[in-house]
Every structure is written in C-alpha cells, then in structure tokens.
C-alpha cells in the first residue's frame, strides 16, 4: 500500500514525514540558510553550483515538483529544498558534499538523501532522490528567471477585496486547542448568511491549500462577493492553531468545526437562523457529525463527502486510481486484495507491533523495510484506526436540515457511484425530505473540470474549482 495524499490518495513520501513529525528546520525564502559544517569547492571547471534548481519526481500518482536553493558561503555549500505542490516550508540539508561534478546532499528528517551529476555547460543535474530505501529519478535544471517556478493559478483573488477581511481566534472545544482563522464579511448592512468551511483530510491550512491551489480561498471569495459570511481555519497544530495534529481523529476535527461554528453565531454579523457548514472530503463527513448532534445547524453541504465507512471507501479510491494509471487487471485486482487484508488487520489487531510483523512478513522484499515501517506507522494512527470503521451513515440518519451533497463524476478519490447513493440512503432513512444530491460531469475530487480524475492531473489544472460548483453552492445556500 502507498502512502495517503491528504489521507485520500497515493503518494509516495516526502513532506509527509515533515508534516506528522513538526521537527523539521523551516526557513522562508528571504532568510539565509545555515552553513553546512565542511567547506566545499563551489565551482566545477569554473560554473558555480550555486543558485535555484527544480525538477520533479514521478510519486506514481503524479509528478511532485521539487526546488532545491544551494548557496555558497564562507563556511561551503549549503542547500535547501522545498515541495512547493505540497507546503511553502523550506527544509535546510543537513550536509552537502560535493566531489568535482557530483553532488550529495542529506536530508535527515525526511530520511532521504539526493546525488546528482552536474552537467559539463553547468545548466542540469541528473541524479537520484532515495527516501527511506526508495530510489527516485530527479533530473533538476537551472532555474534563471523566478518566473519558471510560478504556476498559474488565475482563479486566486487579488487584493484588495470588496469586502472586510479579518484575522480571528477562538477556543476549540478540547483544552490546548485554540483555532485561528479568516472572517470575511460582505459589504452592506447584515446580519448576512454564513458558513463555516470545513476542510478535508490531511494538515490544511485555511485554505486548503493543496499542490499551490487554494480551494477555500476561492471559495469563500465567491460566497462573500455573493452576500455571505464565512469562516475558514487552519486545522489543529497547523499554521497559527494550536494542538497536536497527530495525535487527532475525525471526531476531534468535528469538535474543532463545532467551536467554529459556535464562534461564527457571536459574530453580530451573521444572521443567527442561517447559518451553515460547508465541509469537503473528510469535512463532508465531519459536517454531518456536527449537524446531528447541534440543531441549530440551518444547513449543510457535502463537497465530495463519504457515505461508506473508509475501509470500504480506501480500497475503491486505490482501485479505480490504479486503474486510470494503467495498471493491469490483475494486478489491480491482486493490489486490492492485499490492501482489504492489511486494513482488516489493522481493524482486528490494536497492537501495533504485531501488526507491523505480520505486514513485513507478507511484503517481503518487494518494499523496502524502512518504507513499510513508515506505511504500518501511517496505517496503525488514531486517524486511521478511527477512518476504517466510523461509518458516516450514523450521522446522516439524524441530520434533519437541508442537505446539499456534491459529487464529480470523475471524482476517483470518494467514488460518486459508491458514495452518493449511500449518502442518499440514509438521509431518507432518517427521514430528511430537504436534501439535492447531484453528480457533476466531468469534474474531479477537487471539483476541476478534469480529463480522467486521476490525481496527477490536479496539479497541472490552472482552474481551482469549476465556476458551475460555485454559483451551485452559492445559489443554494442564499436560497435556504
């Protein structure tokens, strides 16, 4: 099994060990990264080594830019590399070596290390990335105008905005836990509408942010052009909230949405009788959570959001994506197979060591062991001891308010044929007759206008979310 994407696709590793462990050294870009302790001669037949590189490694799922600064100072060659696709943080090598054209950096805390090969005009590098026993092929170029490293994302809004904006914080329901986030209020004379936007699975930021596109930026600048007030937050432990991320389920996450939502009704300039969540992903389950147990929730919409528990939902996602990238049927079927019985495993052992063992025993040598130690790491967590067994039908049989539940239909991360009719099933169940449920053509998990839904196509989608899904929601929400 590969590891999780936001928790909800493959991909291989590497800022995912910097993100679950916190430890890593981060600078921004502007500062001057740490000398490395031996001096290096920075030039190879006069080119200096020296300046900004970028290159991409192929996850499998999709191509994973990667730049990498490396600067020569009194004390030799130092590096810094950075996935911009996945965080602006910038992770400072912990060695640098370099032996007339060949180059070696260390990067401990993401147990990796990269050797390239400079070539003879001192303009590329082809090399190796290895990260815990995995080779990875990593050719990087020269990056002479800053301009190479910029993606079109014209759907980003620009400042200033038609409407206030305003930094907030409030307590979480949980001690230690304090969220922060962005208000934006529409001009005029309120109290308006609101919605508090819940996000997927994965340490978001309050926007989203994912492979450089921001979905709940551009998502609350629509609805507050349109006369509504939202809320969006950075999750537990991530940018300026705190608590311990790791160590936090889906039910925490529901708790963290429900202080947001009893801060957003303090505001005076949301309307009291109609406000709403507006969750995707992961939040499309949490949203429901919340709903349920709080009547005073007007309504809600499910961007995306899971109708069957995540063992089931985990094995379609990889199954379908393994078959969009080609793989053959037999071995989709053989990979899927193996994947219900290491997720079965997980549910029915709580030791995690006898886990790990019986998982080493059945991988063998086709994974590295340092690999598989990290995927049962992954696997055995709160988050997904949790994911595998809650089923979202629970909450959805006693939501009793409006319900807008979307899906593309390219989606191949919470499959609409899997979970729509689920979500369906149980709001009638409970009996709710105030619900949509629409599968969108041609749009994927992100709800771009995509060819396949595979998730290497995300990346390379300048559209952020289809302006149809917009006005979608934003029509519904003023109608309720």
Not at 292 to 304: C, E, H, P, T
Not at 328 to 343: L, W
Not at 419 to 429: G, Q, Y
Request: charge should be negative; aromatic fraction near 6%; proline fraction near 6%.
């Amino acid at each position: 099994m590969s590891k999780a994407l936001g928790r909800f696709s493959f991909l291989t590793v590497l800022m995912a060990l910097l993100v679950s462990s916190g430890s890593a050294q981060t600078q921004t870009s502007g500062e001057k990264p740490p000398a490395s302790a031996a001096a290096n001669d920075a030039s190879i037949t006069g080119t200096s080594i020296a300046g900004t590189w970028t290159g991409s490694i192929n996850t499998g799922a999709f191509d994973l830019r990667i730049i990498i600064k490396i600067a020569n100072g009194s004390a030799g060659l130092t590096a810094q590399l950075q996935s911009p696709d996945q965080s602006q943080q910038w992770i400072t090598a912990d060695s640098v070596t370099q032996s007339g054209g060949s180059l070696t950096m260390e990067f401990k805390v993401l147990k990796g290390s990269y050797e390239g090969k400079l070539s003879a005009d001192g303009s590329n590098m082809d090399g190796t990335f290895t990260q815990l026993g995995t080779p990875l092929a990593l050719s990087l170029k020269r990056v002479k105008d800053q301009s190479e490293l910029e993606r079109r994302r014209p759907q980003n809004p620009v400042k200033p905005y038609p409407y206030h904006e305003e930094d907030v914080t409030f307590p979480g329901l949980a001690a230690g836990v304090t969220l922060a986030g962005t208000l934006t209020v529409p001009q005029g004379n309120g109290p308006f509408p609101a919605v508090v936007l819940i996000g997927g699975s994965g340490p978001n930021d309050r926007d989203e942010t994912l492979l450089e596109h921001k979905p709940f930026l551009v998502l609350s600048d629509y609805l507050t052009r349109k006369g509504i007030v939202v809320l969006r937050y950075d999750k537990r432990g991530v940018g300026k909230s705190t608590g311990k991320y790791p160590l936090a389920t889906t039910a925490d996450f529901a708790n963290d949405a429900e202080a947001a939502l009893r801060f957003l009704k303090t505001r005076s300039e949301a309307d009291p009788h109609h406000i709403g969540l507006i969750g995707h992903s992961e939040g499309g389950a949490i949203a429901p959570i919340v709903a349920a147990r709080n009547k005073s929730v007007d309504f809600i919409v499910l961007m995306a959001g899971p109708g069957v528990p995540g063992d089931q939902l985990l094995v379609e996602q990889h199954r379908l994506i393994a078959i969009v990238m080609g793989l053959p049927p037999d071995e989709v079927d053989r990979q899927a197979v193996r994947e219900k019985a290491f997720i079965e495993l997980v549910e029915r052992e709580k030791d995690d060591a006898v886990v790990e063992k019986e998982v080493r025993a059945k991988m063998g040598s086709e994974v590295p062991q340092a690999q598989v130690g990290t995927m049962v790491k992954e696997l055995t967590s709160v988050w997904f001891r949790y994911f595998f067994t809650y089923d979202p039908a629970t909450s959805l049989r006693k939501v009793q308010c409006p319900v807008l539940a979307l899906n593309g239909s390219l989606d191949l991360q919470v499959p609409p044929k899997q979970n729509l009719p689920a979500i369906r099933k149980a709001l009638e169940e409970g009996g709710n007759k105030h619900y949509e449920i629409d599968e969108l053509p041609g749009l994927n998990h992100l709800f771009q206008t995509a060819k396949s839904g595979a998730p290497s196509e995300y990346v390379e989608i300048e559209e952020t979310i289809s302006p149809a899904v917009l006005d979608k929601i934003a029509s519904w929400v003023l109608k309720q």
